[in-house]
């Protein structure tokens, strides 16, 4: 099957610095990329859907200016976390789709 | 809008146990209909799916059938094994709409004990 990849798996950064995940789609071209968040022992919550070379759309309650997402090219879309908090810690989860929808392994952000 | 309610976990079960995990959903029309299977520190992976009312999907010894008249999608699988604890996630794609984005259920804790 198709292959997602986020970079980093994990990360750990102090409050108030920024955190850029990249998700990269390695053997399809991606005409849509997804960012999930996911709290422990819950269901994925849809941040933001990007298309390439257009701004993202967010869902509603997601501020665009502290998750910025850049869908550079057909098979890579960056989320950076600016100016992290404890509270942004979580586990994000990008997902790639072409004629079907593909996940990556996700990315544990820790906020000190 | 659309919805999937999932049976709350966690379930815990021995091994070579029988397995149902009740989902059910509200949509308008068709919806395509999903399980994913999260292993513990790791992203989604696509399960099984079934597109249109009455298909059965199937992998891995799970099976789950697209149940129109009840709006269900109920996964089951005969014998469970320990590889098998994972969270599972049922899912849906609307049929209308441009965005076509899915729709997760809560998600259903199974551990499976030897």
């Known amino acids: 099957g198709a292959v997602v990849s986020q970079h980093p798996s994990r990360v750990i950064c102090k409050s108030g610095t920024s955190v850029k995940i990249e998700c990269r789609s390695l053997d399809f071209q991606a005409t849509t990329m997804f960012w999930y968040r996911q709290f422990p022992k819950q269901s994925l919550m849809l941040m933001a859907t990007?298309?390439?070379?257009?701004?993202?759309?967010?869902e509603q309650g997601v501020e665009k200016d502290k998750f910025l997402i850049n869908h550079a090219s057909l098979t890579l879309s960056t989320l950076t976390v600016t100016s992290a908090h404890p509270e942004d810690s979580s586990f994000y989860i990008c997902s790639a789709r072409n004629t079907e929808q593909f996940f990556g392994p996700g990315t544990r952000l820790t906020v000190l | 809008g659309d919805s999937v309610t999932q049976m709350e976990g966690p379930v815990t079960l021995s091994e070579e146990a029988f397995l149902t995990i009740n989902c059910t959903y509200t949509a308008t029309g068709y919806p395509s209909l999903f399980w994913y299977v999260q292993y513990p520190g790791e992203g989604l992976q696509l399960l099984l799916k079934a597109t249109k009312a009455d298909d059965k999907g199937s992998n891995k010894g799970f099976e789950a059938t697209y149940r129109k008249e009840t709006t269900s999608f109920h996964l089951e699988k005969g014998s469970v094994q320990v590889s098998d604890s994972a969270v599972y996630f049922c899912a849906l794609r609307s049929a209308v709409g441009s965005a076509r984005q899915l729709t997760f259920g809560s998600g259903t804790q199974l551990t499976v004990l030897p």
């Open positions: 990007s298309n390439e070379g257009s701004k993202a759309t967010y």
